[in-house]
């Protein structure tokens, strides 16, 4: 025995796609009409550019004066039966014929002038086979070429008259008197037969895309509704499951990092700049106390972002704790070098191909504030200086921590500064100046960041930092954050 309650979500789900498919056909309709009288405009526009395109260099190109030596020689129609019977005319005809045959113009290229005497326009040189001087010329644009010589007006005109697109510019003589009209034109026709062509492809097109739509839909919709539900509800879960586990990485991965707050131990006026691109990190700031007047800070870019970024940072995280525990003597470069060897032998990356690019970039010093001395190395990031006014550009080394594509044992360079009181070191990941954004939607880029530190360098740090983050904000606009963001600003 049939039961209607079974058979009534169908039935409404046929409703539902009955009305949007109805709602596609109109504004599909609406959509085909809009974009037929768009591509007739465009098609308008195409012939007024192309036709005012040849006017236009054929009208700077003429001399007007063979125009007046002309009409001057032959003082009445039919005197020119050959084009080759006059030099000056044959120029004037090769010249439109060539202009013609390489534009592919249905109708011919006219010189027109216009003869007060009889109060009519009257052709000068033709591409046409035959000539055609003095006789009488009266398209549907007649009325307006003879006020625009009236007038002694100068600029180019185009516009459709009657039947026809048409397109005129002057020749004027060495004295800048206007001799002539450069005249090109082509049927109306022919343009509204193109985008008819177009319009009824169109038309065919979404009325065989619509078809399919609805007759795929209206067979599928029970079983894509009822699979959709389900994954649907399967996804739910997992999406809650992995928004879990990210919530509870980003505690672990808050409880490595050193709290923002632990630099004011050495460094009353500091910043720390760490926007995720998710909610959790690849990149790390980092601080670890040696004695009373030393500790190491650093910044690290880990390799990817998210939850395989915040595994690697965490890895990076707890190898820099452990064996600056263990060296607290050795310099940046020592401990950077002593870091890539834990790295590799950690993730198991020596010898090995897949995974071989797996690590991080790091800028890593050590700060002595009794000796007001600073020693920096880095691998693929630079150490920011901002002494006297001047900000110097120390650059790491083109080498990575961790990966086996540069070998496993390798050096790094290490770099010794000595700092005043008040200078302000900076250290950071490529995710800020790597930024898309800006009306051009182009990078941010590294001269864009040093301008923003030179020119606010009096500031306060934490005044640095609130105009960092909105320079940042503002950048990017409503474009996705492209990477995850980590500065460390520190005055010494």
Same mark, same amino acid.
């Given at each position: 025995?049939?039961?209607?309650?079974?058979?009534?979500?169908?039935?409404?789900? =046929?409703?539902?796609?009955?009305?949007?498919?109805?709602?596609?056909?109109?504004?599909?309709?609406?959509?085909?009409?809009? =974009?037929?009288?768009?591509?007739?405009?465009?098609?308008?526009?195409?012939?007024?550019?192309?036709?005012?395109?040849?006017?236009?260099?054929?009208?700077?190109?003429?001399?007007?004066?063979?125009?007046?030596?002309?009409?001057?020689?032959?003082?009445?129609?039919?005197?020119?039966?050959?084009?080759?019977?006059?030099?000056?005319? #044959?120029?004037?005809?090769?010249?439109? +014929?060539?202009?013609?045959?390489?534009?592919?113009?249905?109708?011919?290229? =006219?010189? *027109?002038?216009?003869?007060?005497?009889?109060?009519?326009?009257?052709?000068?040189?033709?591409? !046409?086979?035959?000539?055609?001087?003095?006789?009488?010329?009266?398209?549907?644009?007649?009325? @307006?070429?003879?006020? #625009?010589?009236?007038?002694?007006?100068?600029?180019?005109?185009?516009?459709?008259? !009657?039947?026809?697109?048409?397109?005129?510019?002057?020749?004027?003589?060495?004295?800048?008197?206007?001799?002539?009209?450069?005249?090109?034109?082509?049927?109306?026709?022919?343009?509204? @037969?193109?985008?008819?062509?177009?319009?009824?492809?169109?038309?065919?097109?979404?009325?065989?895309?619509?078809?399919?739509?609805?007759?795929?839909?209206? =067979?599928?919709?029970?079983?894509? *509704?009822?699979?959709?539900?389900?994954?649907?509800?399967?996804?739910?879960?997992?999406?809650?499951?992995?928004?879990?586990?990210? @919530?509870?990485?980003?505690?672990? +991965?808050?409880?490595?990092?050193?709290?923002?707050?632990?630099?004011?131990?050495?460094?009353?006026?500091?910043?720390?700049?760490?926007?995720?691109?998710?909610? *959790?990190?690849?990149?790390?700031?980092? #601080?670890?106390?040696?004695?009373?007047?030393?500790?190491?800070?650093?910044?690290?870019?880990?390799?990817?972002?998210?939850?395989?970024?915040?595994?690697?940072?965490?890895?990076?995280?707890?190898?820099?704790?452990?064996?600056?525990?263990?060296?607290?003597?050795?310099?940046?470069?020592?401990?950077?070098?002593?870091?890539?060897?834990?790295?590799?032998?950690?993730?198991?990356?020596?010898?090995?191909?897949?995974?071989?690019?797996?690590?991080?970039?790091?800028?890593?010093?050590?700060?002595?504030?009794?000796?007001?001395?600073?020693?920096?190395?880095? @691998?693929?990031?630079?150490?920011?200086?901002?002494?006297?006014?001047?900000?110097?550009?120390?650059?790491?080394?083109?080498?990575?921590?961790?990966?086996?594509?540069?070998?496993?044992?390798?050096?790094?360079?290490?770099?010794?500064?000595? #700092?005043?009181?008040?200078?302000?070191?900076?250290?950071?990941?490529? !995710?800020?100046?790597? +930024?898309?954004? !800006?009306?051009?939607?182009?990078?941010?880029?590294?001269?864009?960041?040093? +301008?923003?530190?030179?020119?606010?360098?009096?500031?306060? &740090?934490? &005044?640095?930092?609130?105009?960092?983050?909105?320079?940042?904000?503002?950048?990017?606009?409503?474009?996705?954050? *492209?990477?995850?963001?980590?500065?460390?600003?520190?005055?010494?």
């Amino acid at each position: 025995m049939p039961m209607p309650f079974l058979s009534r979500p169908a039935t409404a789900s =046929r409703k539902v796609l009955l009305i949007l498919f109805g709602t596609l056909f109109t504004l599909g309709s609406g959509l085909i009409a809009w =974009r037929h009288n768009g591509r007739v405009k465009d098609l308008r526009h195409e012939a007024f550019a192309r036709l005012g395109g040849i006017t236009g260099t054929l009208g700077a190109q003429f001399d007007g004066g063979r125009v007046t030596r002309l009409l001057g020689k032959y003082d009445s129609r039919g005197m020119l039966i050959s084009n080759m019977q006059d030099a000056w005319y #044959y120029v004037l005809h090769n010249d439109l +014929q060539k202009a013609a045959a390489a534009n592919g113009l249905e109708e011919p290229l =006219r010189l *027109v002038a216009y003869d007060r005497a009889h109060n009519e326009l009257i052709i000068v040189a033709t591409s !046409g086979e035959r000539p055609a001087l003095r006789d009488a010329f009266a398209p549907p644009s007649a009325a @307006a070429m003879t006020a #625009y010589l009236r007038a002694d007006r100068i600029d180019p005109e185009r516009g459709v008259w !009657g039947g026809e697109v048409a397109a005129f510019d002057v020749v004027r003589d060495r004295r800048g008197r206007v001799t002539a009209l450069v005249h090109a034109s082509e049927p109306l026709a022919g343009l509204l @037969a193109t985008a008819r062509a177009r319009l009824w492809r169109d038309i065919g097109l979404a009325a065989a895309l619509l078809t399919l739509i609805g007759a795929f839909l209206l =067979r599928s919709v029970g079983r894509i *509704v009822e699979r959709e539900e389900a994954a649907h509800g399967r996804l739910k879960k997992r999406h809650e499951g992995i928004t879990d586990s990210i @919530a509870y990485a980003g505690k672990i +991965q808050g409880a490595l990092v050193p709290d923002a707050r632990v630099y004011a131990e050495m460094f009353p006026d500091h910043f720390v700049l760490n926007r995720p691109k998710d909610t *959790v990190s690849g990149d790390f700031h980092w #601080y670890h106390r040696i004695g009373e007047d030393a500790c190491f800070v650093a910044a690290a870019d880990c390799t990817g972002h998210g939850l395989p970024g915040a595994m690697m940072a965490a890895i990076g995280c707890s190898l820099l704790n452990e064996i600056v525990a263990m060296h607290p003597h050795k310099d940046p470069a020592e401990l950077l070098t002593l870091l890539n060897v834990r790295m590799v032998s950690t993730l198991h990356q020596s010898g090995r191909r897949m995974g071989a690019g797996d690590g991080m970039d790091v800028a890593l010093c050590r700060i002595d504030r009794k000796k007001h001395e600073l020693l920096f190395a880095g @691998a693929f990031r630079p150490l920011y200086w901002m002494h006297d006014g001047q900000l110097s550009v120390i650059n790491g080394d083109r080498k990575p921590v961790g990966g086996s594509q540069h070998g496993d044992h390798r050096t790094f360079t290490v770099h010794r500064v000595a #700092y005043h009181e008040g200078d302000r070191i900076y250290l950071f990941s490529d !995710g800020y100046v790597d +930024q898309f954004g !800006g009306p051009e939607r182009k990078r941010f880029m590294s001269a864009r960041f040093n +301008q923003m530190l030179a020119e606010n360098q009096h500031l306060p &740090m934490a &005044m640095q930092a609130d105009l960092l983050e909105r320079a940042f904000l503002d950048w990017k606009g409503g474009n996705e954050q *492209v990477d995850d963001v980590c500065v460390l600003g520190i005055a010494v």
